[in-house]
């Protein structure tokens, strides 16, 4: 049994989720006006701001440990960043499911941005607020920045004193945004809430419904299902599909109903990069979703090669496919 205990340390035990499962920064207070965008070249869409994310917040990692100044300036432009580039195609989404290595503290604040930015879309944020949401998850956790890596990166269980102390990072980190973000009051408010869960179940004030601010729902919908999938030292992460479904399945109390569907609208049950057996026989790969027929994506499928030196595949589109359905998703690994 996995439990969201597991999934972000210091989550309530009771919530079991099953295995299948400057002037410019005053400016930006206002909420009706975007993030500054990025001028330099190359385009937007095709710079690597997850790499970029990764790098700016290792700095600000840094400077929390050794409470050394920081800004949000470039995190802001980051952020911007990586709402024109998932507008643009599906790379960054890629690489949240693909699962690398990393420290997980950082690579989970970006992914968390980036699923978060995805679902806030099927919700119809305008373009001001998907910007908005993108800074406020790569800042959700600032808390856990300041606890130690010995504490953080444990591989023996908690003791019940060390997980009160993990309970605390949501305060801690809140405290920590306060001097630097005046002028991002959302993202204040997200640091404190993303841990609350609908059914009064989370921390640290034990909220409920609507008590709870939308954007710490989405951003800690996101964190779910990014924790589900990525192993840590105590547990081994699932796959995108196992992790979709386990929240589908258990989540419905945990999390609004509305927010769980648009998960599901924007990486579908079969999320990119699954691996599913046709009735056909066939192995294929999810290349690309259809969003009107989430059970029917369109897939790289792998044939009989010429030649042992050049890989052949087809593309399989099982929306006009009529007779072809997926049977299974085979497990990687």
């Known amino acids: 049994m996995t439990r969201l205990t597991d999934l972000i340390r210091g989550q309530s035990s009771q919530e079991a989720v099953g295995p299948d499962v400057k002037s410019s920064t005053r400016l930006l207070a206002r909420t009706d006006l975007p993030i500054p965008h990025s001028t330099s ?21 840094r400077a929390v440990q050794t409470r050394q100044p920081w800004t949000l300036d470039e995190l802001a432009r980051i952020a911007s ?27 989970n604040a970006v992914s968390v941005a980036i699923v978060s930015v995805k679902i806030a879309e099927a919700l119809r944020y305008e ?8 800074l406020a998850g790569l800042l959700h956790d600032l808390g856990m920045f300041a606890l ?15 997980l009160q102390y993990v309970r605390e990072h ?20 997200v640091i404190l809430q ?27 919908l996101a964190d779910v299902f990014d924790a589900l999938m990525n192993s840590r030292p ?67 499928v792998s044939q009989q090669a010429v030649s042992a030196h050049v890989p052949v595949s087809k593309t399989v589109d099982l929306r006009t496919a009529a007779s072809v359905h997926i049977v299974e998703v085979v497990p990687i690994g």
Not at 127 to 134: C, D, F, T, Y
Request: glycine content about 8%; proline content about 5%.
């Open 170 to 189: 949501p305060q801690q980190g809140a405290r920590l945004f306060k001097d630097v973000g005046e002028a991002y009051p959302w993202v204040g408010r």
């Open 194 to 220: 993303e841990h609350e869960r609908w059914n009064g179940s989370g921390y640290p004030n034990r909220l409920t419904g609507d008590q709870i601010d939308e954007m710490a729902l989405v951003i800690g």
């Open 81 to 107: 960043g990586v709402v024109a580039s998932i507008g643009a195609n599906d790379k960054l989404v890629q690489m949240v499911l693909q699962q690398d290595a990393g420290d997980y503290l950082v690579r």
């Open 234 to 300: 105590y547990r081994i992460g699932v796959s995108p599909h196992r992790a979709i479904r386990a929240l589908l399945v258990n989540g419905k109390t945990v999390f609004p109903y509305h927010l769980l569907k648009a998960l599901v609208d924007q990486l579908s049950i079969y999320p990119l990069g699954t691996t599913v057996r046709l009735n056909t026989g066939e192995i294929g790969v999810v290349s690309q979703l259809n969003r009107q027929y989430p059970l029917r994506p369109i897939l790289q």
């Open 41 to 61: 070249s190359p385009s937007v869409a095709e710079i690597d701001w997850y790499r970029r994310a990764c790098h700016e917040l290792q700095g600000v990692k």
């Open 148 to 162: 130690p890596d010995s504490l953080v990166y444990k591989i023996e269980a908690l003791t019940e004193e060390e």
């Open 127 to 134: 373009s001001a607020k998907l910007e908005q949401v993108a």
